[in-house]
């Protein structure tokens, strides 16, 4: 079954279409847009990347942060550039997250903008990444520092990439997945995986067309995510960032009950559902509550103090200006596990 998902921003609306087999409908996208000519950067084998119908120039990538850098970029518009590539053709990327974020940096910069279709081939970059228009590179001072909100011209998300992910990729999607859970989708838990991912895109799509620019409203996406950032970057990234949003939405659950915010039944559909999808939902043994305290002061969002999304009587919110007491309180509470059996057990969930 195809799903197909309008994004809707103005002129710059688009579809998301998600479903086995739906890159077989790149070339008429490309006929849709008017180009001439396209470039194909691919993370993956070429045989995964359907025909453009027109005159095409296929570029490697490598999915991976060692290549989301402002050199690869520049690289990516020089080739670009020597294949003629005009402002009314298009780019097209192939790959997990890291591709569609870099070469959607390049698509929006290479000629003040040209048009870009995502075909991404993760979980994760199908439920979240390729969705939305934000593209970034990072210096190395941070993650993510130099980027555009580009949006594509459709993204054709083929369930047909999925069958042959680890399954440890898999669950890095599914950590996005449940935390939808808490943001307004409906419980998907016992769906396919496809009905998931449209869910997902579905909630996604209808966030960004009312703050495109994360104002606001696009704020509710990074659930879980203060302390799942703050996790990936204390492990030095041992924990996917699925497996760290998990860990994050079970303690912004907790976070929230001790607030006063929800009550123990929505403190525990937090662990209930985190460990619906086999993710992990104890901090690891040897991370110092302190310094994830630390960390998470320096989260986008903490523009004023400590600043969570959190459950509450009114839906999920931004919540800023957290005491950091309440914080380590709930830290200090947290189960805790061993780095080795919090990514086993995800393993052992999906074998
Ligand atoms: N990944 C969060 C967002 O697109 O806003």
Request: with cysteine; hydrophobic share 40%.
């Amino acid at each position: 079954m195809t799903t197909t998902i309008p994004v809707r921003l103005n002129e710059r609306s688009y579809d998301v279409v998600v479903g086995p087999g739906v890159r077989t409908a790149l070339p008429g996208v490309v006929d849709r847009i008017g180009a001439r000519r396209a470039v194909v950067v691919s993370a993956r084998p070429a045989d995964w990347v359907p025909d453009t119908g027109v005159e095409t120039l296929l570029l490697p990538a490598r999915d991976g942060e060692q290549d989301k850098r402002l050199s690869t970029v520049e690289e990516l518009c020089g080739e670009f550039a020597r294949f003629g590539l005009t402002r009314s053709d298009v780019v097209v990327s192939c790959g997990g997250g890291t591709t569609t974020d870099v070469v959607g940096l390049a698509a929006a910069l290479y000629h003040r903008g040209v048009a870009v279709v995502h075909l991404p081939t993760t979980l994760l970059a199908q439920v979240d990444a390729s969705v939305g228009g934000k593209t970034a590179v990072n210096l190395p001072s941070g993650k993510n520092l130099v980027g555009a909100y580009w949006q594509p011209s459709a993204v054709l998300c083929d369930t047909d990439y999925l069958t042959t992910l680890p399954r440890r990729e898999v669950l890095n999607g599914l950590g996005e997945i449940a935390r939808c859970h808490f943001i307004g989708a409906p419980d998907l838990r016992g769906r396919s995986l496809p009905e998931q991912i449209a869910a997902s895109v579905t909630l996604k799509a209808g966030i960004v067309a009312q703050d495109e620019r994360d104002t606001g409203l696009r704020h509710l996406l990074n659930y879980g995510h203060t302390l799942g950032h703050a996790l990936e970057i204390t492990t030095g990234f041992a924990l996917r960032h699925g497996e760290a949003v998990a860990i994050g939405t079970v303690f912004a659950g907790r976070l929230a009950g001790a607030l006063g915010r929800i009550d123990q039944s929505g403190v525990d559909e937090h662990l209930a559902v985190v460990r619906h999808y086999g993710l992990p939902a104890a901090l690891p043994d040897d991370v110092d509550a302190a310094v994830l305290v630390r960390q998470m002061y320096r989260d986008k969002k903490a523009i004023s103090g400590l600043a969570f999304v959190l459950a509450g009587p009114r839906g999920a919110e931004l919540v800023s200006d957290v005491p950091p007491g309440v914080v380590t309180d709930v830290l200090d509470r947290m189960p805790r596990d061993s780095l080795g059996n919090l990514v086993g057990a995800t393993e052992a969930a999906t074998a």
